[in-house]
């Protein structure tokens, strides 16, 4: 894991134990799945291979996520929070738009200004 990886990771869940002492619950929520995204793609497909065996750790070896891909990951979170914004408004359920608005606002505090 590269160094700007390390720090993006590290910074998240800084961000997320301040968040859940001041029990701001969109930041909690938002920060929680960014980590979840940012696991879920350093995750290798499982084949034949590999068998955990009982009472021995079944952890294999990540992919390593490069800054590119950790930004591009951000990104992608951004946008998808941003298409059913618009979606929401379209439809009139502003309660949900004003709610995804709000997490746009946290994933914009960690992705690049050149790419949002």
């Known amino acids: 894991?590269?160094?700007?990886?390390?720090?993006i990771r590290a910074r998240l869940k800084r961000d997320l134990l301040n968040s859940?002492?001041?029990?701001d619950t969109v930041s909690i929520s938002v920060l929680r799945s960014l980590l979840a995204a940012?696991?879920?793609a350093s995750a290798i497909p499982i084949d034949s291979t590999h068998v955990p065996v009982?009472?021995?750790s079944g952890d294999v070896p990540r992919k390593v996520?490069?800054?590119v891909?950790?930004?591009?990951?951000?990104?992608?979170?951004?946008?998808?929070?941003?298409?059913?914004?618009a979606e929401y408004?379209?439809?009139g359920r502003d309660t949900e738009a004003v709610r995804l608005r709000a997490e746009i606002a946290?994933?914009?505090?960690y992705v690049s200004r050149t790419q949002s």
Request: hydrophobic share 45%.
């Open 89 to 91: 408004v379209r439809l």
């Open 1 to 7: 894991m590269s160094d700007m990886v390390a720090s």
């Open 54 to 56: 009982f009472g021995r």
């Open 20 to 23: 859940m002492k001041s029990k």
């Open 69 to 85: 891909d950790c930004e591009g990951i951000l990104t992608e979170e951004l946008r998808s929070r941003l298409a059913a914004t």
């Open 38 to 40: 940012l696991d879920n």
């Open 106 to 109: 946290v994933i914009e505090r």
């Open 65 to 67: 996520l490069s800054a």
